[in-house]
């Protein structure tokens, strides 16, 4: 299956809250995307499925290249579009933006129960290299993972 890949706009944002609601016990606020949207350093990516030329939005990657350094805050696929390989390809566009951009790290924080999306970011070597203890909340720590470029 081929993958659009694009940033996204005002109008994208019911979908992206949809697909936010959809896969996080405490999603991100309408105004937290808005906001994303005007930040220079800030991109939001979305992942369509091509063919068809109406095909929805089935994921999308939020982050922020700043100096040297990218930090992907939000990355999302919607249920029905699991085990396509989306993410993957979100993941990789990221990657390729960082690298041409001369970034030299990319960091990320992922909860520690998520052993799909630490599975995930492990097949693009991304190591795990601290814990933030409840910052997802009472009893929800984080790991920090980072790709580092030579």
Request: neutral net charge; proline residues 5%.
């Amino acid at each position: 299956m081929a993958i659009q890949i694009r940033d996204a706009a005002a109008r994208d944002l019911p979908r992206i809250l949809e697909i936010e609601r959809l896969c996080f016990p405490a999603p991100w606020t309408l105004a937290s995307f808005e906001r994303e949207l005007t930040l220079p350093f800030s991109r939001i990516m979305l992942a369509i499925p091509e063919p068809n030329a109406g095909a929805s939005i089935a994921g999308f990657l939020c982050r922020w290249l700043i100096a040297d350094e990218c930090h992907i805050l939000n990355i999302a696929v919607h249920p029905d579009s699991r085990r396509l390989g989306i993410g993957g390809v979100l993941m990789t566009e990221s990657i390729n933006e960082a690298k041409s951009t001369g970034a030299n790290v990319i960091t990320l924080e992922v909860r520690r129960s998520n052993l799909a999306a630490r599975q995930l970011y492990r097949k693009f070597e991304f190591e795990e290299r601290r814990l933030r203890r409840h910052y997802y909340g009472p009893g929800e720590d984080a790991i920090i993972m980072e790709l580092h470029f030579d």
